[in-house]
């Protein structure tokens, strides 16, 4: 499958080398590709250990893709999605990770939307013809890739969106990560609930002093 992942960070990079790991043709998009080739650093790094993954503009990494995915930062998203280009998105499954933090009060960061909305919701609004599924926003980058890492895999993650064949395409994505145990919410309203757990990730990222753990639903 082509995949293209937006964002160049930790969460862009872990997905885009383990989708690439697994044979996707993987690009990523930046806002400027000659910024991010010339980052140096541990990019840089990252860069040379994958060279099979491209990299393109936003417009251009999204343009070919069959399924994108959202690894920007909640408050960039829909600035990200608009560069993108609607008419590169539309009738493609996104798989949304962000989360809408609020940095601006220092750590740990707040909400920029809750209870009422999300900001899965905000992007299906904004781009009708996308099919978005909320999916990995829960945990963090190193087990969304590699879940078998934390009690073989045997640990909860979510999916949201309205449109079930696309939730059934990133389920698919999920088990082929390694994850056991996926459980479909309902439609994008759902992810209200997914995004409003981070409050409590982030608490128990300070008290655990590391971000290798997750929650189960027994059931």
């Known amino acids: 499958m082509r995949i293209a992942v937006l964002g160049t960070g930790v969460v862009g990079r872990t997905i885009a080398a383990r989708a690439a790991e697994l044979g ?21 790094d990252w860069a ?28 960039a998203s829909l600035a990200a ?13 996104l798989l949304d990770i962000a989360n809408p933090l609020d940095h601006a009060a220092g750590f740990p960061p707040t909400l920029s939307v809750l209870n009422t909305d999300s900001l899965g919701e905000q992007i299906q609004r904004a781009f009708p013809q996308l099919k978005v599924v909320k999916a990995l926003n829960t945990t ?15 640990h909860t993650v979510f999916v949201s969106g309205d449109d079930a064949d696309a939730k059934r395409t990133v389920t698919g994505l999920l088990t082929s990560f390694g994850h056991t145990d996926v459980v479909d919410l309902g439609d994008i309203t759902t992810a209200r609930g997914t995004e409003m757990l981070l409050p409590l990730w982030l608490r128990l990222y300070g008290t655990l002093g590391t971000g290798i753990f997750n929650v189960k639903v027994v059931r």
């Not at 690009?27 to 991010?36: E, K, L, P, Q």
Request: cysteine-free; glycine content about 12%.
């Open 140 to 154: 963090a980058a190193d087990l969304m890739a590699d879940p078998r890492q934390l009690a073989d895999g045997d």
């Open 81 to 93: 999605l608009t560069a993108a280009g609607e008419a590169n998105l539309a009738g493609k499954v």
């Open 48 to 75: 040379a250990r994958h060279p099979v993954v491209g990299l393109a503009t936003l417009a251009g990494a999204a343009a070919d893709a069959e399924l994108v995915v959202n690894a920007t930062s909640g408050a």
């Open 24 to 44: 996707h043709q993987v690009t990523i998009g930046t806002r400027d590709v000659t910024a991010t080739r010339d980052r140096g650093g541990d990019h840089a």
